[in-house]
């Protein structure tokens, strides 16, 4: 970069005026020069200039010698009178050396007409009363005049200007910018560094005056803003210099490598478009100091005599130039007859066809020219506090969507720019095509649908207003966001309550000598508009756009993210499984376990930002089960590798999961033979079994220690006959020494089986045969069975009440011979169940 330190001024005798526009605003200004268009003095015209002046000067002491003393004046005092910037009138090869430029300029298409509101007033334009004059040059603020020839690049140094000012404004120093980088890489653009644009294109078609392609020729400084505000650009002039011979009559063309495109050491901050009237130029130049603007250069209407400028007619501009400061004084005499000036005044216009072009390579452009057109002004930094750019619209047609009041737009991207390292937002750029606009903008964090950019966390608690007075891009401070690396965020901007304005959207654009593809993609840009949020990709991918929204973020330390939604699963008696959403970026984590009330240990390292699960279990050969009935708390943490070592985020929210040895479900049936049977299902885990019993109303008693897992079945024999029992079963599992068990569940109650039941006396009797037999009195009934001689059994009857102790068979027929047995029964919640018996023999006399 050419740096220097700037001490002297430079002072210019004379002031530039322009006129009211109300025409459209073109496109692209481009001129065509032929090799006649040089102005480098050479020895022999110096002399011829030297002979002319002591002729004129020696003409003018006569008559200054014969004329009244009050009619001596300088020419600054002569205000009314031409003012000539050599002192005389130019001789007529000077006239055409200097006319020469205009003659071969090219006229291009224009784009549609910039609608400004000349109310909106930018702040250092808000004074009572506009100065008369006023020159930027005299606050040593303006870089010297270069030389764009033979090359149509007028465009280009006319931004360079302007930035270069913007600079010497900030005290950063005097900056020698390149206007090849800017054509070249504006007709051959390259994607961003973050690799969001790569699908963007701008298609450059012009030709020079010789016939050949050229992408020095055409632009405008609008679509130069666009593009700068990419920061492709702007490069130093030593690194990218525009190659011609001394003369600047030879094209020279280069093909620059790519890895140049962004090789930046000016970087466009804001830029504001304006339509042209005389208090708005002038309030533009207390603001900026510097004002890019396209205008129609034709030879008839220039006055080589007074560096003097009026075109009568609209449309068909050719050229830009940077008005640098006006003169109200400026006399209307100094204008061609043909131009028509009706009133003093005109603008200081800083040209770019070298110094010995005009008046030291300025001209005075009169307020009354109808031409002046496409007001264009640009602020720049060295270095920017926030480096890394992110947004989608690479390409650099004029496009815009009208918003109505409550509707915005909004991008998504990704957090990429600084690796594993957070990233801090501290800009938006935004881009208007209405003046007086009123915006709020929010930024949406860790979004969890990259389809809506509302689904994340909003940065800020109200969101942050700006007025933007001038329309074009503008780069807006806002309250500084932190986003977490491989995260994604929004960025949205409303319309604060304008009935409409028109948004600056990036969409396929033609204007013949170029055309712009907006390779957009879904997921990218969005509009909010009837109270839901569309894809401006996907809705209408015929017509794709994308918002003209930028996000500028420094990188942070290097930072980790804390694992969220972590979540804790029991899978089994010894086994939690663990869950967490991912660390974006992160290299792996590890899980932290505590157990009861104990320390806490580091358990695992789980590689990869994709293992977001972790099972705990037993680990036998290092000595780890987990306990049942035992809480274990866990926490996660992500880390990322640094230098080879480890650099861990913060420990996530504390989880806690108890795991449990499945529950026995006991079964028990009762036997005739006098005892219960227990038979219970298997326990994962189980090392043995407890059994225990009670009486209902009395405590338990363990009456039954199975060791082995698969032992499901247990004999209860020291019970009593129709006694009230309940049973359950305990698994239990051995570790390091110390039994831990499961949960139980209690069996139902059971009755045991009643006694044998024995036929105390069978007699025969005069109605029958009369069985007698000792009561239980807890059991349910009885049930008597009879076999005749033939070895017929037959129920003969139930008897339900367990009190009773006798019964008469009055069916038994005599001389015939019976067998009798009896059976007690209880009634269980399962069925009933029988007693054993014995038989007695008896003959019915």
């Not at 001394?246 to 094209?251: A, L, R």
């Not at 100094?334 to 390579?361: H, R």
């Amino acid at each position: 970069m050419n740096r220097k330190l700037f001490f002297s001024r430079r002072f210019l005798p004379a002031f530039i005026v322009i006129a009211l526009v109300t025409g459209g605003i073109p496109v692209t200004a481009g001129e065509l020069t032929s090799g006649e268009q040089l102005f480098e003095d050479n020895a022999e015209k110096e002399e011829s200039s030297a002979h002319v002046s002591d002729e004129l000067t020696s003409e003018t002491e006569d008559t200054l010698l014969d004329a009244p003393e009050e009619d001596i004046l300088t020419g600054e005092e002569a205000e009314d009178e031409v003012r000539y910037i050599k002192g005389r009138p130019l001789t007529e090869e000077e006239r055409e050396e200097q006319l020469a430029p205009m003659k071969n300029l090219q006229e291009l298409p224009a784009v549609p007409d910039i609608k400004s509101d000349f109310r909106a007033v930018p702040e250092a334009g808000r004074v009572a009363e506009l100065p008369s004059k006023f020159d930027a040059r005299e606050e040593g603020i303006v870089t010297s005049v270069k030389n764009q020839m033979p090359y149509g690049a007028c465009w280009a140094f006319a931004m360079a200007s302007a930035m270069e000012t913007s600079l010497l404004r900030r005290g950063a120093g005097i900056f020698d910018l390149s206007e090849e980088h800017l054509c070249y890489f504006f007709a051959n653009r390259v994607g961003d560094v973050l690799g969001n644009t790569d699908n963007d294109y701008n298609y450059h078609n012009m030709y020079n005056w010789t016939g050949e392609k050229d992408y020095h020729e055409g632009g405008n400084d609008m679509l130069a803003a666009e593009f700068l505000s990419t920061w492709s650009g702007m490069a130093a002039e030593d690194e990218f210099p525009l190659l011609t011979n001394p003369s600047h009559t030879e094209f020279i063309y280069q093909n620059h490598d790519f890895s140049g495109a962004y090789k930046t050491e000016a970087y466009l901050e804001d830029s504001v478009f304006s339509d042209y009237s005389v208090e708005r130029m002038k309030q533009l130049l207390l603001e900026y100091s510097s004002v890019s603007i396209m205008y129609k250069a034709v030879d008839s209407y220039y006055n080589p005599d007074t560096a003097a400028y009026s075109c009568t007619t609209s449309g068909g501009v050719n050229h830009v130039v940077t008005v640098v400061g006006w003169d109200d004084t400026f006399s209307k005499e100094n204008f061609n007859e043909v131009s028509n000036v009706s009133a003093d005044g005109a603008w200081i216009v800083k040209n770019s066809w070298g110094e010995n072009w005009g008046e030291n390579g300025y001209f005075y452009l009169s307020y009354e020219d109808k031409s002046i057109s496409t007001l264009v002004c640009a602020t720049a930094v060295p270095y920017p506090e926030y480096s890394n750019n992110y947004f989608y619209d690479g390409s650099s047609g004029i496009s815009s969507y009208p918003l109505a009041a409550g509707e915005g737009m909004a991008c998504i991207f990704e957090t990429k720019a600084g690796g594993k390292h957070q990233e801090i937002l501290g800009e938006v750029v935004t881009h208007t095509w209405t003046d007086n606009t009123v915006y709020s903008i929010q930024v949406y964090t860790n979004l969890k649908d990259r389809n809506n950019p509302l689904s994340g966390t909003p940065a800020y608690e109200t969101s942050f207003v700006y007025r933007q007075p001038i329309q074009g891009v503008d780069t807006v401070s806002v309250p500084e966001v932190i986003l977490e690396p491989g995260s994604f965020y929004s960025v949205v901007i409303m319309n604060q309550g304008q009935s409409r304005l028109n948004y600056g959207v990036e969409a396929d654009a033609e204007y013949g000598w170029s055309s712009f593809d907006a390779g957009t993609e879904a997921g990218q840009g969005f509009l909010y508009t009837g109270g839901q949020w569309l894809d401006l990709h996907s809705e209408n991918e015929a017509q794709a756009m994308c918002p003209r929204i930028k996000a500028h973020t420094k990188t942070g330390e290097l930072a980790v993210g804390v694992p969220a939604s972590v979540k804790a699963e029991v899978k089994g008696y010894n086994k939690i499984q663990l869950a967490w959403e991912s660390v974006p970026g992160c290299d792996g984590y590890t899980v932290y376990r505590k157990e009861g009330n104990g320390p806490v240990k580091g358990r695992v390292s789980v590689l990869g930002d994709t293992s977001c699960t972790y099972l705990d279990k037993d680990v036998k050969s290092s000595g780890f089960y987990i306990k049942p009935g035992v809480t274990y708390t866990y926490t996660v943490r992500a880390y990322v590798m640094n230098g080879g070592e480890k650099k861990f985020g913060s420990h996530s929210v504390g989880v806690s999961a108890k795991t449990e040895m499945g529950t026995t479900s006991t079964t028990v049936r009762t036997n005739n033979n006098m005892y219960n049977s227990l038979s219970w299902n298997k326990i994962d885990g189980a090392d043995g079994y407890y059994v225990y019993r009670r009486i209902p109303g009395n405590s338990w008693e363990c009456i039954k220690v199975l060791k082995g897992g698969n032992s499901l079945k247990y004999q209860d024999k020291k019970v009593k006959s129709l006694e009230t029992y309940q049973y359950m079963v305990r698994a239990y599992r051995s570790i390091e020494g110390k039994k831990w068990y499961s949960p139980y569940h209690c069996s139902g109650k059971i009755v045991t089986s009643p006694a044998v039941q024995k036929l105390s006396v069978v007699s025969s009797v005069k109605d029958g045969i009369r069985l007698t037999w000792k009561p239980q009195e807890k059991c349910s009934g009885y049930r008597i069975y009879r076999i005749d001689k033939n070895g017929t059994k037959k129920r003969i009857t139930d008897i339900k009440n367990g009190k009773s102790s006798f019964y008469i068979d009055r069916t038994a027929k005599k001389g015939q011979k019976y067998t009798y047995y009896i059976q007690a029964f209880a009634k269980e919640f399962y069925g009933t169940v029988y007693s054993k018996y014995e038989k007695r023999s008896i003959v019915r006399k």
